[in-house]
């Protein structure tokens, strides 16, 4: 399966210039990532042996308005803080189980390979690491709650 890391580099690379379309392959998988139009996120195909996923076509996260970075309270209670992003479209789940304890909650210490939460796409849940170190300061999602990619999970205080 393909580095989430990776891919998600790959479309922020899509929108950040003129691509239209990449397609890498090697002897055990494929992705292949379209540009639809200017104003929809690029749309993802993984393909394995005899398997597909798609991701559905979201709004990209810059084409959101403009407004919604003006306001400054937001910007001071959050300073210094880091987002942990959802790297695809999917469910978010806080835990393992319904009767599991949650991965992360807020105010505990994470490292690079923490799992902090699960994020379900296509019936495959995959598990999504802090990628950095800090403190869980706040918990964005609910779980059970649909998010799309890029949208920020948590933000933590790095350390």
């Known amino acids: 399966m393909i580095d989430i890391r990776k891919l998600k580099e790959l479309v ?8 239209t379309e990449l ?18 996120a690029p749309q993802v195909v993984h393909a394995a042996p005899a398997v597909v996923q798609h991701a559905a076509p979201v709004a990209a996260p810059a084409a959101a308005a403009p407004a919604a970075a003006a306001p400054a309270p937001a910007v001071s209670e959050d300073a210094g803080l880091v987002a942990i992003e959802s790297p695809m479209v999917g469910t978010f789940y806080a835990a393992p189980g319904p009767d599991k304890p949650a991965f992360a909650a807020v105010g505990a ?50 350390s």
């Open 109 to 158: 210490q994470i490292g690079p390979d923490s799992v902090v939460c699960l994020v379900e796409a296509m019936k495959i849940f995959n598990e999504i690491k802090a990628e950095r170190s800090g403190t869980i300061a706040k918990i964005l999602v609910k779980s059970g709650q649909a998010v799309e990619f890029g949208q920020p999970l948590f933000m933590i205080k790095p």
């Open 12 to 19: 922020r690379l899509m929108q950040t210039s003129d691509l």
């Open 23 to 40: 397609d890498l392959r090697d002897k055990d998988e494929q992705v292949t990532i379209r540009r639809a139009t200017t104003q929809v």
